[in-house]
């Protein structure tokens, strides 16, 4: 079987399960399988696939047909400026998570030195990506996942920024190092009970721990506030990524933990998705 039949059968396969994007996922697949660019495929559509890549070609597609995500299946993904090494146990990055970035970025410009924290570090995504981005801060990253932190470092030492973060396994609760000019997380903020409304590459396959946010999505959220109180210097920032429904209720519980909420900013389909406040207590 050549390129363009393996990609056009895998399609169908993938259309028939409801996969979206059934012949980009058929592409990016089997250049993994190939270790090529994309654009290897077009220009060589007529090239025939030997039997091992067929059948490993094969067997990610029957994968992908069941919702396992394509990050899980390349075991990387792209955001902001780099790329990250993604494995199951871990919260998948996603664009909307960028506007963190962005906020971060544009709040320290005229900073040359901040101490961060990043609370639920996940892929070590957030702050690595700032950390990439300024090269004489440096952070923290602290996650209850033990597959979180094995992953942070090596993405860490994959960017060339080991020597300015430090992980740890602990829940926030247990936390108490240091003091920090910056907060940053995107805590879980689903409500449980819909957690079953998801897509199925989500509800299936990612961390229930980085999805679930509790009956009405805030208890981790509350969590991550009541300890940034205590560890962020004073005027220090806390940067928290929301649900599009939670602005009302996360600015109600920041201004009684004496927050002073100094932006919202929309992610990229115009929903309200991070909250910018400043210990002012």
Known sequence: MNIFNAIKEGSKILKKNNIKFSALDCEILLAKVLKKERKYLILNLDKKLNRKNLEIY????????????????????DFWNSEFIVEEGTLIPRPDTEVLI?????????????????????????????????????????????????????????LSVENRVKFIKTDVDNFSNGKYDLIISNPPYINSNKIKNLEKDVRNFEPKLALDGGLDGTFKILKVIKKASTLLKSNGKLILEIGYDQKKIIMSLLKKKGFYINNIVKDYAKNDRCVISTKIN
């Open 102 to 158: 962005e906020a971060t970025l544009k709040l320290f410009k005229n900073r040359d030195y901040a101490n961060i924290l990043d609370v639920g570090v996940g892929s070590g995504c957030i702050i690595l990506s700032i950390l990439n981005e300024k090269p004489c801060f440096y952070g923290t990253g602290i996650d209850i996942s033990s597959k979180s932190i094995i992953l942070s470092k090596l993405n860490a030492k994959k």
């Open 58 to 77: 094969k067997n990610l597609i029957n994968q992908r047909s069941y919702g396992k995500p394509i990050a899980y299946l390349t075991k990387k993904k």
